[in-house]
């Protein structure tokens, strides 16, 4: 075995067809090369003359080598910053069987809702821990972090007054000045592009701004500081002046809090991160969003709801799809199309592991220590006060005497001593317990401040003891008018689990009922569904990636800096581009973050005016729904029957709107699959009349090492890390969406609140840490260090092979809806299945049939309705692509079937599938079909079955009749 196997053996093990059954598929292609097939697919004037500069593939053993000792350079300090962050506990069970667990990593978004009733149970009961620890009556299924979830209730509550015509113009929005500054800077982000005025003020204030069109009110519980206040007279002004009130709440705190729900909010938001997930540096963590029934059809995200299947068994799907931005587009609710569902899942595990009586003693320890450390600092330290007078877990240190006691001096000893404290400015600091704090805590705490005291051991001593001495008197540092009366949890789900035994079983039996990628490929189109190789996610479990907190001084981060400076290298390299942010937390929110550098431009030009994006009809339907939520306004550009975009139809536009336009949306490879020819004079035209091109990066998986978008004149992209680098999709998230810009772009670029180096700048904010989601892009920076420059290219290549492959396998059974100039597809092609209509049989009846041969269907009615969009990857084999083709082909003779009159339109083997083990083995079989015909149509399909859990599932019944949380 040479030295160049060695070092490529990853590649090997990544690309899924071998070297000969390269070379069988290029013969049924008539290709003598690879190189042949890309000449023919992608335009010669776009593709790349050099290879990528990267470091070259290593070993997955050095890999590993060098990733720990890249951990080392991160320092884990003891963190008591706060700020919506704080020390956890993950449950060994849980983190061994979920977050280490390619059954529960790899499935995506659980459309499917037969094969996802696993990760949908355990999201209903994620609504349902949210829905009863805020007392709301709906909740949704997560968000990407507490600050993008503060801006979408801010703008869900905004769309709603104007669908009441509550207000017409100038709005403002009323914030409390102690607010997460984080979530501040995310809303003004957010207001930036809708046109709303921010008040940020005391909230006790708020009377005095009686005379400005407020919509809505935005309150911490606790507070940022750690102040628990009585908002009872604010809400009361608030609720006679028509103003929707918003709560960001620390969700452990409500099992001791009376619920935001019981004292008339709209809106409550907040983050699970402290329900077990690790800080991470910040992120990935569920955000949590719930409201008032009102509500139910603007809410953002995903609800999942209960239903039932034609069998009349409970089951569970998504609710209210037509809400969603595929559908509605510029009018959906919201652009969300990834959220963290992997976290979220976790997150209520932890609440069923613990149940409501072990949560409530974790917040009443976190509160006793709290309370223990007042006491030992007030009464033993000098020059200092505490003046939070109510507190879950955060104290408030003023420094009275400064003469006395210097916070400089604390901040030095704190650094020396391996600890990080929130210092607020030059004479207040505040001090976070958590989950993990203990009387050592406690006691290495109060020792700081006694060195800053110049106290000696025997007088710390003397003194701590007589601290121990005084009696606590109160229960609670909390208003006796806010300790929570009602109960919660109190579904029987909440109950059962708190053994490790139990757990471990309950969440073997959902995850048996969820199709994942260790089951059988999934060919979605534009989801880019490609292996999660087990050496890039080692690090996810790694102490010193995992505790981190993100807003510790950078020399505390020394390996995530590392990490963050060669991915930013890595993907400006492979774009073309010159500026990069990691900032977006998935594919929608880069789409939004690069629309707002996009705007903030023009504005730095005095091109104000400009707010007109131009959309492809073929784009994602988060397109048109960024644009929306930038404050744009979006006018859809048709496509030609071939796919491409209407050129004449784009000349016209872009006259009519020569003053006013901003950007052109485009995808590439577009949504239909094919390399368009003319991209580069649709890019000139845009230029040439004042516009950007922004470029959605969901099919960034045909152009690495072959093209950069780049090079053809886009002016800023976005990347799915989640897709095209190995993020797993974790049954719907967690996702990465980094925006890669050209130079002029760059001032623009999002920043944050906590690394910004000039202060009195105004910048951009999309996500609440300010690296995103931190902890993941080590899985991404594995990917590229694993592969190297020649296995990325690769990559590219076999997934072109790959879809090509099926193309020409499948063309005699079902019309290939588009190709290019040369007969050949990007990475993914498009059939069309609108013929069989004719006979009654729908694109989702051969979605659902699927399911019987052990296979998620491909993406159906997108961007073309009534057809499906496959995408293979060039992780799947030769042996897995065959499988697939034949199930698909098989699928045609069935229909063929009912084409002939052999079964009727109304019962046959589609229309009943998919064919749950329930209904197999029941007594009355009454279909036309044999029970094996229904279970095991080809040979193979035995020794590989999947089980759906559930028999068709109802989905019209789950609408009418929307339940959202256990029953």
């Given amino acids: 075995m040479n030295e160049d196997f060695i070092r490529k053996k990853f590649y090997f093990r990544h690309i899924g067809p071998s070297c000969e059954d390269i070379h069988k598929m290029l013969k049924i292609l008539r290709c003598r090369s690879i190189k042949e097939l890309i000449n023919k697919t992608i335009p010669k004037e ?30 884990v300090f003891r963190s008591y910053i706060g700020l919506g962050y704080k020390n956890t506990i993950t449950p060994a069970v849980i983190q061994r069987n979920i977050l280490e667990n390619p059954n529960w990593y790899t499935p995506y978004t659980p459309y499917q809702s037969e094969i996802s009733q696993g990760r949908l149970e355990a999201l209903i009961n994620f609504q349902t821990m949210i829905s009863d620890l805020t007392s709301m009556k709906i909740s949704n299924a997560s968000m990407l972090d ?26 403002y929005f009323f914030v409390s000045d102690e607010i997460l500054p984080q979530s501040f800077a995310i809303l003004k982000t957010r207001c930036f592009g809708l046109g709303i005025k921010l ?86 963590h569920a955000a949590f969003f719930s409201t008032r029934e009102k509500y139910k059809r603007f809410i953002p995200g995903r609800i999942i709801g209960e239903s039932v299947d034609i069998k009349n068994k409970k089951a569970f799907r998504m609710a209210l799809q037509t809400r969603e931005q595929h559908i509605k587009r510029e009018r959906a609710t919201s652009n969300i199309c990834t959220s963290q569902v992997l976290p979220a899942i976790m997150a209520s595990m932890y609440a069923l592991y613990h149940g409501p009586k072990g949560l409530k003693i974790i917040a009443e320890n976190i509160h006793k220590c709290t309370k223990k450390l007042e006491h030992g600092l007030i009464h033993t330290i000098d020059g200092i006060e505490q003046i939070n007078s109510f507190y879950f877990d955060t104290l408030r240190i003023r420094i009275n005497k400064p003469e006395i006691f210097s916070l400089e001096k604390l901040k030095k000893i704190a650094e020396r001593r391996r600890t990080n404290f929130r210092y607020v400015d030059s004479h207040q600091m505040t001090i976070t317990l958590d989950e993990t704090s203990c ?35 109160e229960k609670y540092k909390i208003p006796n008018s806010l300790e929570r009366k009602s109960n919660f949890l109190t579904h029987s789900i909440f109950h059962k689990f708190h053994s490790e035994n139990e757990l471990m079983r309950y969440i073997k039996r959902l995850e048996k009922k969820d199709l994942s990628l260790t089951h059988s490929m999934i060919p979605l189109g534009s989801c880019t569904m490609k292996l999660n190789a087990s050496a890039e996610l080692f690090s996810l479990s790694q102490y010193e990636w ?62 104000d005016k400009r707010n007109v994006a131009l959309i492809p009809t073929s784009s994602h339907g988060t397109n048109p729904a960024s644009a929306m939520m930038a404050g744009m306004k979006v006018i859809l550009i048709h496509t030609k029957t071939n796919g491409s975009i209407d050129k004449n139809d784009l000349l016209k536009k872009v006259k009519e709107n020569k003053d006013f336009l901003s950007v052109l949306m485009i995808t590439y490879p577009s ?69 890669c810009v050209a130079s002029h772009l760059q001032p623009f670029l999002p920043d944050h609140p906590f690394i910004q180096k000039d202060k009195n700048k105004k910048v951009l904010t999309v996500s609440s840490s300010p690296y995103g989601s931190p902890l993941i892009l080590t899985i991404s920076y594995a990917y590229i260090r694993l592969l190297g420059p020649y296995g990325l290219r690769k990559c590219t290549e076999i997934s072109i092979l790959n879809a090509n492959y099926i193309k020409e396998k499948l063309k005699n059974d079902y019309k290939i809806l588009y190709v290019g100039k040369n007969d050949t597809v ?83 083997v589609l229309k009943n599938a998919p064919h749950s083990l329930d209904l197999l083995t029941e007594d009355n079989w009454i279909y036309p079909y044999t029970r094996e015909k229904a279970a095991y149509p080809l040979n193979w399909v035995r020794e590989r079955k999947f089980w759906p859990s559930i028999s068709r599932i109802d989905d019209g019944y789950g609408d009418r009749n929307l339940i959202c949380t256990c029953t």
């Fill in 439 to 473: 009387e050592e805590d406690i006691h290495h705490i109060i020792s700081i401040f006694h060195e800053v005291n110049n106290h000696n051991n025997k007088t710390k001593r003397n003194i701590y003891k007589l601290f121990l001495k005084k009696n606590q008197k």
């Fill in 671 to 739: 949504t239909h699959g094919v390399y368009e020819s003319h991209i580069k004079d649709i890019i000139e035209i845009i230029h040439d009349h004042g516009g950007l091109v922004y470029m959605d990066g969901a099919n960034m998986n045909a152009q690495i090492g072959l093209m950069k978008p780049a090079k053809i004149g886009v002016d800023v992209c976005h990347l799915n890390l989640h897709k095209t680098f190995a993020i797993p999709h974790g049954g719907g998230g967690p996702g990465m969406g980094p925006i």
């Fill in 199 to 284: 008040i940020q003020d005391y909230h006790g204030k708020l009377k005095k701004y009686q005379t400005k069109n407020i919509f809505g009110l935005l309150l911490p519980y606790p507070s940022s500081l750690g102040e628990i206040y009585d908002y009872s007279e604010t809400v009361k002004y608030a609720k006679n002046k028509d103003i929707s009130i918003v709560v960001s709440a620390d969700i452990l705190s409500l099992t001791l809090l009376t619920p935001p729900g019981e004292w008339n909010a709209d809106v409550v938001v907040g983050s699970t991160q402290s329900f077990g997930i690790p800080m991470g540096y910040g992120g990935p």
């Fill in 546 to 607: 995992r505790n981190i907190h993100p807003f510790v001084p950078k020399n505390q981060t020394r390996g995530y800096q590392f990490i963050i400076h060669n991915l930013e290298k890595y993907l400006k390299e492979i774009t073309g581009f010159s500026g990069i942010s990691l900032q977006p937390n998935s594919g929608a929110q880069g789409e939004y973050a690069g629309l707002m550098v996009i705007k903030a431009y023009h504005h730095s030009l005095q091109e």
């Fill in 826 to 908: 990007a990475h993914e092609l498009i059939i069309d299945c609108r013929i069989f209509k004719s006979i009654g049989i729908e694109v989702i009846d051969i979605a659902k049939r699927m399911m019987d041969y052990g296979y998620h269907a491909p993406t159906i009615s997108f961007p073309v309705e009534g057809c499906m969009m496959i995408e293979p990857t060039e992780s799947e084999s030769k042996e897995e692509l065959d499988r697939f083709i034949e199930t698909l082909i098989n699928i045609r003779k069935e229909i063929k079937e009912i084409e002939k009159g052999q079964f009727s339109e109304k019962e046959n």
């Fill in 46 to 75: 776009i593709r790349l003359k050099k290879n990528l500069i990267l470091p070259n593939s290593i070993s997955e053993y050095k890999y590993l080598n060098h990733i720990f000792r890249i951990s080392k350079r991160n320092k």
């Fill in 146 to 171: 507490e600050g993008t979830a503060t801006a979408d209730a801010m703008f869900m509550i905004y769309k709603e007054s104007l669908r009441r015509r509550r207000i017409k113009n100038d709005p």
